[in-house]
């Protein structure tokens, strides 16, 4: 855990739950005995994406929203790398959703955990793509409050085409087992966390889902590699909510279709025989 710490103290708001998935991912990171040195850790920008700044990695501080396009070219330059992408809801539901989709379909190596708090906490408070209809925020007021769907990260997932996806809380004392596993699992793995802001968010707080979160592991016939029943439970959202793996199955990397990857990563092969002249000419 000591390898891990920096100088930099977290700015995070008292009770934060970033504080929950900043202490998830450590002890996530230690229990795979991971190293800093073989880790790349990417985010964009927003509260949660300052996590990059207190963990001592490789890591990436990109564009809001462009986490995922640089993930995913660590990854293909170093394909032996353990590379996380992370970021809020804003950040990968909002200008980074077509990265998103696209990231599953193809079924990258990567693990992205994403911050869910149901609004956008660094700008002070207004509706984020996962707001709940009816919400009342900065740019939402009464009498209807917000009056657009909320993406349900989870459903979005599955339809995309990513081979694992979970969902936790930042309170949850088996989030630390959950990033194991997708960290573990080979493919994109996707985790939604749903994460109290205490300043901005004052209805989605740490009790409401105490009151509605269950784990899908409670139900007797849950078997995650079925990819119908996964569809099924990710719809559930309001009185009942299921956390955990929702869905798992293996797929090939789109990293390892790649017979340029097959010999050795891209960032130690020989670039002295590739001619580039007859493309440029071609494009010219």
């Not at 501080?61 to 070219?73: C, D, F, I, M």
């Not at 994109?188 to 740490?206: A, E, G, K, R």
């Not at 079925?226 to 789109?254: H, L, N």
Request: glycine residues 8%.
């Amino acid at each position: 855990m000591e390898d891990l710490k920096n100088s930099y103290v977290p700015t995070w708001c008292i009770g934060c739950g970033n504080y929950g998935i900043w202490n998830a991912w450590k002890k996530a990171f230690m229990s795979l005995n991971l190293d800093p040195e073989q880790t790349a850790l990417v985010t964009g920008i927003g509260c949660s994406s300052k996590i990059a700044q207190y963990l001592n990695t490789y890591r990436i501080e990109t564009l809001h929203g462009r986490s995922l396009p640089v993930a995913t070219g660590v990854k293909l330059a170093n394909h032996q790398l353990t590379v996380i992408a992370e970021g809020g809801d804003g950040d990968g539901m909002g200008l980074g959703i077509g990265h998103f989709i696209h990231t599953a379909r193809r079924n990258l190596d990567i693990t992205y955990l994403i911050h869910n708090n149901q609004i956008y906490g660094l700008t002070k408070g207004q509706s984020s793509p996962t707001s709940d209809l009816g919400i009342v925020t900065k740019f939402t007021p009464p009498p209807r409050g917000n009056v657009e769907q909320p993406i349900n990260i989870v459903q979005t997932a599955l339809q995309a085409g990513a081979s694992f996806v979970a969902r936790s809380t930042a309170a949850d004392p088996k989030l630390a087992e959950i990033i194991a596993q997708a960290i573990k699992h080979k493919g994109f793995s996707v985790i939604d966390i749903l994460q109290p802001c205490v300043s901005f968010n004052h209805v989605n707080t740490y009790k409401w889902y105490q009151e509605r979160v269950y784990a899908v592991s409670e139900l007797s016939d849950y078997d995650p590699t079925d990819y119908t029943k996964a569809t099924a439970v990710a719809a559930q959202w309001g009185d009942k909510i299921p956390t955990g793996v929702i869905y798992a199955a293996e797929r090939m990397t789109y990293e390892s279709s790649l017979p340029q990857l097959a010999v050795q990563t891209l960032s130690i092969q020989s670039i002295e025989a590739i001619i580039v002249t007859p493309l440029m000419d071609e494009l010219a």
